[in-house]
């Protein structure tokens, strides 16, 4: 198998470029989902049942179809009736923030639900109201236990970017499609697009196990 | 000091408390004894209401905190609770278990909470520790820290729920001793336990509850010698 390097020197730009907005895409699109998910694991605490359903409703909506569909529907559908005509990065950051936002939440709830409640107890024995016992005993212990799962919705997330392509959004693996149909070739493009992704999320995961340590208590 | 008027208390169709009257002086330690399952943990837990009860009043101090226009964040501030299973803050150092509730629900100035913490820390004999987490302490150190945690409050009563219960029997002669103490400076005390050692020393009236009543109550001296009641008899014949 030889490998055409010349192809790969005039590509190479254009992956600087693509690999720039798939890493935008995903930092948007994992604060976005972090924020509306603790919002709706939090609404799905709730014990009014009346309220939480809404909450089940939106998780069990997200996490039960293809996150393609979610993309085209966005794509085609939500963002033309907002903003009156299609935006392919608008698009892919909405489609994937209420996405992982479904996921965030079951790990926030579980997060929190996985603190034993004699720790709210003591919190309130105390005197704490419930909005103090939950920021400064329940939550900082949840998010810690948090940090494993939230690193692999993170490294899904990256790699689920590369679904923005279908939506002709110029990030990473939108490149190595083009590439891919310019010259025929099948190893250049894609074998580079996948070790990029691959240097992404073992950055990520790098940088979560150091957060990890940091905040370990022994 | 404790006015607890009819209580009763229900989980479902279980009635855990029927009909409780009690009344505690203060300075005045009550110690509360039974079988497990005859309600005396639910009693404490709700007078301070980490359980809703289900009927009845409570009154501390003269307020009703079963009335729902009273603030319970505030009340609590005044009832300490020391719990079986300590319920250190584990992401915490034990001067920041200690420090916490202060600075955040009473406002105090951080050289002012330390400083509490610290004479806090001497009184149980733990000052060594104050920058240790709760995991690398002893269960009786942790107790200890438990009970300076909720001192640091500043509170007129101290609840104990079985305080010593989770305990290597070894290590339940510190967390007594502080107890004792805080019993000899005139605190209001009330204390679910076991050690009937501590009941017969310390308590200035013990109550024997069994199946969600208070079957007899009498100063420790009466109950243990002369019980009345023969279910207070045949459990004092198994514990003691």
């Given at each position: 198998m030889d490998i055409r390097w010349d192809i790969l020197a005039e590509y190479a730009p254009f992956f600087a470029k693509g690999t720039l907005l798939t890493i935008g895409l995903s930092i948007a699109s994992i604060i976005i989902g972090c924020l509306l998910g603790l919002f709706i694991g939090l609404g799905k605490l709730t014990k009014n049942k009346w309220i939480a359903f809404p909450f089940n409703c939106y998780i069990t909506f997200f996490r039960g179809t293809p996150l393609l569909v979610q993309i085209l529907l966005v794509h085609f559908g939500l963002v033309p009736l907002f903003v009156g005509e299609t935006n392919g990065i608008i698009a892919a950051i909405t489609a994937l923030s209420l996405n992982s936002a479904a996921y965030v939440a079951e790990i926030f709830r579980g997060g929190i639900q996985s603190i034993d409640k004699g720790q709210m107890e003591a919190a309130r024995s105390l005197g704490m109201n419930h909005v103090q016992a939950m920021r400064f005993v329940i939550l900082p212990q949840a998010f810690k236990r948090m940090i494993p799962p939230l690193g692999n919705e993170f490294i899904v997330l990256i790699k689920d970017s590369s679904l923005a392509a279908i939506i002709a959004v110029k990030e990473l693996m939108y490149w190595g499609q083009a590439m891919q149909g310019q010259y025929y070739r099948a190893w250049e493009p894609y074998i580079t697009a996948a070790l990029i992704y691959l240097v992404l999320t073992f950055s990520l995961s790098l940088l979560l196990s150091r957060l990890e340590r940091r905040l370990a208590t022994e | 000091m404790i006015t607890v008027k009819n209580l009763k208390k229900s989980f479902g169709s279980n009635e855990v408390l029927k009909d409780i009257n009690v009344t505690v002086k203060p300075k005045e330690v009550v110690v509360v004894i039974g079988p497990s399952g005859s309600g005396k943990s639910t009693f404490l837990r709700c007078i301070n209401l980490l359980e809703t009860i289900t009927d009845g009043h409570i009154l501390i101090e003269g307020i009703d905190i079963t009335d729902k226009k009273t603030d319970i964040n505030k009340i609590r501030t005044d009832v300490g609770m020391v719990f079986q299973q300590f319920n250190l803050f584990p992401h915490k150092t034990v001067i920041q278990n200690i420090m916490l509730a202060p600075m955040k629900v009473k406002n105090v100035p951080n050289e002012k909470a330390r400083a509490k913490a610290i004479e806090l820390l001497r009184k149980v004999g733990l000052?060594?520790?104050?920058?240790?987490?709760?995991?690398?302490?002893?269960g009786g150190q942790k107790q200890r820290v438990a009970i300076a945690r909720a001192l640091a409050m500043e509170p007129k009563i101290m609840l104990f729920d079985?305080?010593?219960?989770?305990?290597d029997p070894e290590m339940v002669g510190e967390v007594l001793e502080v107890m004792k103490d805080l019993a000899k400076e005139g605190m209001t005390m009330v204390v679910v336990t076991h050690e009937m050692g501590f009941a017969k020393e310390v308590g200035d009236r013990v109550i024997f509850m069994d199946g969600g009543l208070i079957v007899e109550e009498n100063i420790p001296d009466e109950l243990f010698d002369h019980p009345q009641e023969e279910r207070t008899k045949a459990f004092l014949s198994k514990v003691l």
């Open positions: - | 000052e060594d520790k104050a920058e240790a987490y709760p995991d690398s302490l002893s079985e305080p010593t219960s989770a305990l």
